[in-house]
């Protein structure tokens, strides 16, 4: 079983829509996760951090962790073409993040 | 507030040649880890060096190595160079590691090897 598992998609939403993505992790012992987002050709970019089960909401960003489930997810509200790219699940365990493979989000105009 | 600087940000080795890449994390952050990105295996934990001591370690073999200066500059090295280690080669940096460490990036180092 892989530490962090995200289906890789595509993911095709249309403009104005709800994004959600989602992401399971194996080690109960996690204790931290984050969403990045990466636009092809550049580097990973943070755009949220949750360490409690429950949602935090930034913005158009909710992510939502359950720890019993081990299952955390993001949804973006109002999804502009803008938000089209990987975006990557990430855990901290034992002070290493460790990565999904990410899953890739199209925003259909 | 500047933030994270990888160099070279290209590079085209032969195998057999050894590399050497540099980062530089944002000022204040004392952690910064390595990955490794390739489209077939995504990004991969190398290394996280933490005042100039490793403290943790990903799978890789012993040819990738890193070191950290007191200044929290990093380099990672890689010798022996294989065609299987042409990747995206990513430093993150963040202010202490430990468990809610927010790592930032930097634009990453593209190595080919022919």
């Known amino acids: 079983q892989k530490e962090v598992e995200q289906n890789s998609g595509p993911l095709s939403v249309p403009e104005g829509a709800i994004a959600s993505l989602n992401c399971t992790y194996s080690?109960?012992?996690?204790?931290?996760f984050f969403w990045y987002r990466q636009y092809s050709g550049k580097s990973p970019e943070l755009i949220m951090s949750i360490y409690s089960n429950g949602d935090k909401e930034d913005g158009r960003f909710t992510a939502q962790l359950n720890k019993a489930s081990q299952y955390v997810s993001l949804l973006i509200r109002d999804s502009q073409p803008s938000d089209s790219a990987t975006y990557l699940c990430?855990?901290?365990?034992?002070?290493?993040?460790?990565f999904g493979k990410g899953t890739r989000l199209h925003i259909l105009p | 507030k500047a933030g994270v600087t990888q160099t070279p940000r290209y590079l085209i080795k032969t195998r057999g040649q050894q590399v050497t890449l540099s980062c530089s994390p944002i000022?204040?952050?004392?952690?910064v880890s390595w990955y490794q990105q390739t489209p077939g295996q995504g990004l991969q934990f190398l290394f996280e060096y933490f005042s100039e001591t490793q403290r943790n370690k990903g799978n890789f073999p012993g040819r990738f190595s890193g070191r950290q200066f007191s200044n929290s500059r990093s380099e990672m090295n890689v010798s022996t160079l294989e065609l299987g280690d042409s990747a995206l080669y990513l430093c993150?940096?963040?202010?202490?590691?430990?468990?809610?460490?927010?790592?930032?990036f930097g634009q990453g180092t593209r190595l080919t090897v022919v």
């Open positions: 993150a940096s963040s202010a202490t590691g430990g468990a809610r460490t927010e790592a930032f």
């Open positions: 990430a855990v901290n365990r034992d002070d290493k993040i460790i």
């Open positions: 000022s204040g952050h004392r952690s």
């Open positions: 080690d109960r012992g996690s204790q931290s």
